[in-house]
């Protein structure tokens, strides 16, 4: 009966009228209103910097609306208001929160992410139906002990905070299926998270992880685990036995070896790029039956294991950026490889950054299948006739090479889309690629490309994007105008005095335009 303290006897209304209070003028009354029927409140985005009284006690003071209609009609019975289930106050200027968070008992999800939050209040304790929680993107320091009572939490999303420790008792949240912590400070992970049976995703990336706990291996439900950019030397081997593991990210660690997995069957993808691996055995290969994708860029591998072509169900190898090298007259890409790719419906290749000094007689083997090869950032002098029989070849990478010329025979490539020759020897834009009729891109920038033929390149309709930058065009033929498939065209960087540096400046319609006006009459 508080409710009625302080109301006036001649209001013929006064049984129904509430005390006044701050509504706030950030969060309208038909807002709060439409939250009472449907049990959900969005107020993210509204530059609050702190929550409304209102919000907090929607589902305890009578509403506006109560002074305001006796009709009581079946659409305005404020007094059947649904309880709030969905709170989302995001990306805001909210610094803390009150222990009036306890007044929305009945919250299943509560979104506060995008903030300011030091801290998070000890009432949350009484959250007990929280089934999702996002409080990323905020400067939490610690997580409340409270927390760990949210038995139904089912989403945790504490990612980009400043963590640097997990409470006790974490391991009580026992319905939990998804959790983020990355990008955070955590120097360790409790060996009790083994607790959490029910985890199916974890992330872990970007921390200060040096270890990873052995007792991990207790998440028998676990799917998807990313531990990117941390410090990890080693990997225990208990967690070769996590039968339900599909996804696997260690990228950008300090790892020198695998573990093998010999339980991990559902495995299907593998990260482990940006390390420094030295060796890749045999044992590390033989389990992954299910690998899709097996990432080994930027390590320190001499050589590939035959064992590598027992992966039937690989898609992608990515072992760009090794140490696999060998003499001039050989070819430096392992056979193993070349037999995983055509036991397996292999679309794309990367050899780039390999040291290789001719490409891989082998490559032909993958002709009826590959449509994207790349070879950049090797030291190749010269196209070999196997490249120009990749009849479905669609991309095609050779930047960073010292290629002075491309052979006729590349004029087979019918399916050619877009090639890049940046960074090589070219003096001249090669002739064959005028016979490429569905070439769509041309990159051939930091050349010493002296001239272009404009009538050839106006037969070649579906050329959108010609680079032609820093490179030794003397003169830009006014011809070239005429070529007006083309959206991007770009000509800085070369001793030609015209067009000026402002006319480059608007753009490749006004630049062929420039040239058009002057074509001689």
């Not at 139904?152 to 949240?173: M, R, S």
């Not at 685990?225 to 990210?249: G, H, R």
């Not at 300090?254 to 593998?270: A, D, G, I, Q, T």
């Amino acid at each position: 009966m508080s409710r009625l303290k302080g109301v006036s006897e001649r209001d013929p209304r006064a049984g129904f009228k509430a005390e006044r209070r701050d509504y706030g003028a950030s969060v309208p009354q038909g807002l709060l209103k439409a939250a009472r029927k449907s049990g959900q409140l969005n107020l993210s985005g509204r530059n609050l910097s702190e929550v409304p009284q209102c919000v907090w006690r929607i589902n305890t003071d009578i509403p506006e609306e109560a002074n305001q209609n006796l009709s009581f009609s079946a659409t305005e019975r404020w007094w059947e208001q649904t309880d709030l289930t969905k709170l989302i106050i995001s990306n805001n200027k909210l610094q803390s929160l009150t222990d009036d968070l306890r007044l929305l008992p009945a919250l299943t999800v509560l979104d506060i992410h995008d903030n300011q939050l030091t801290s998070l209040p000890s009432a949350i304790r009484e959250l007990e139906n929280l089934q999702k929680l996002n409080v990323s993107h905020n400067k939490l320091k610690i997580l409340p002990e409270e927390i760990t009572n949210l038995r139904n939490l089912k989403g945790l999303y504490l990612q980009h905070n400043e963590l640097t420790c997990i409470p006790e008792g974490f391991e009580q949240l026992f319905n939990l299926e998804d959790l983020d912590l990355s990008n955070n400070r955590l120097p360790t992970v409790p060996a009790s998270f083994s607790s959490l049976s029910s985890l199916v995703r974890l992330n872990l990336s970007s921390n200060q992880l040096k270890s990873l706990p052995a007792e991990i291996s207790g998440m028998k439900r676990l799917k998807h685990l990313d531990c990117n950019s941390n410090l990890l030397e080693t990997v225990p081997l208990e967690l070769a036995a996590m039968e339900s593991l599909e996804l696997l990210y260690l990228r950008r660690n300090k790892l020198r070896f695998l573990p093998e997995f010999p339980s991990c069957k559902l495995l299907k993808e593998l990260h482990v790029g940006e390390n420094q691996i030295e060796m890749l055995g045999a044992e590390h290969l033989k389990h992954l039956n299910s690998i899709l994708v097996l990432d080994l860029r930027d390590n320190k591998l001499k050589s590939v294991p035959d064992e590598i072509t027992l992966l039937q169900s690989l898609e992608r190898l990515d072992l760009s950026n090794n140490d696999i090298s060998s003499d001039k007259k050989t070819t430096l890409i392992p056979d193993e490889v070349f037999d995983a790719a055509k036991s397996n419906m292999i679309t794309s290749v990367n050899f780039s950054k390999n040291l290789l000094c001719e490409i891989p007689k082998r490559i032909v083997e993958l002709k009826e299948m590959i449509s994207d090869v790349n070879l950049s950032f090797n030291k190749l002098s010269f196209i070999s006739l196997e490249l120009c029989m990749l009849q479905k070849l669609t991309f095609l990478d050779l930047r960073n090479n010292f290629l002075s010329s491309l052979p006729e025979e590349m004029e087979s490539l019918i399916k050619l889309q877009s090639i890049n020759l940046s960074f090589n020897r070219f003096k001249i834009l090669p002739e064959v690629l005028y016979r490429i009729p569905i070439l769509e891109t041309i990159l051939i920038s930091n050349n010493q490309v002296g001239s272009v033929d404009p009538e050839k390149l106006k037969t070649m309709e579906n050329l959108i994007t010609l680079d032609l930058q820093n490179n030794d065009l003397l003169q830009i033929p006014p011809e070239l105008g005429n070529c007006v498939s083309l959206r991007t065209l770009l000509l800085d960087g070369n001793p030609f005095r015209v067009p000026r540096a402002a006319i480059l400046m608007k753009g490749t319609a006004a630049i062929l335009e420039y040239l058009r006006d002057r074509i001689p009459t």
